[in-house]
Nanobody
Framework: QVQLVESGGGLVQAGASLRLSCAASGSIFRIGTMGWYRQAPGKQRDLVASVDRSGSTDYAKSVSGRFTISRDNAKNTVYLQMNSLEPEDTAVYYC????????????WGQGTQVTVSS
């Protein structure tokens, strides 16, 4: 099993920055790609950004240029630096990890609330 623990959420004003962290523990040798998803009230959970073990990244169009995902394999931690935050970024942010082998197994953190006021 893999355990994911997020931190770094909070309440900020529009234009501010936040950094989310997600520390992985347990059977970390299983982990391939890690990422961040978010879910706003009444909406589905969507991918925000992901990073594979080589460091290749992928971003949702809505956050490209404002958010940066990074990964420290030595610390088994993935980060999401969020700049120029907008009220539309308000959501619960979930850390995700998936196994590198098939069939894929997906692991989720407990979620951290990010609220951006206008």
């Amino acid at each position: 099993q893999v355990q994911l623990v997020e931190s770094g959420g909070g309440l900020v004003q529009a234009g501010a920055s936040l950094r989310l962290s997600c520390a992985a523990s347990g059977s970390i040798f299983r982990i391939g790609t890690m990422g961040w998803y978010r879910q706003a009230p009444g909406k589905q959970r969507d991918l925000v950004a992901s990073v594979d073990r080589s460091g290749s990244t992928d971003y949702a169009k809505s956050v490209s240029g404002r958010f940066t995902i990074s990964r420290d394999n030595a610390k088994n931690t993935v980060y999401l630096q969020m700049n120029s935050l907008e009220p539309e970024d308000t959501a619960v942010y979930y850390c995700n990890a998936e196994t590198w082998y098939m069939p894929r197994t997906y692991y989720w953190g407990q979620g951290t609330q990010v609220t951006v006021s206008s």
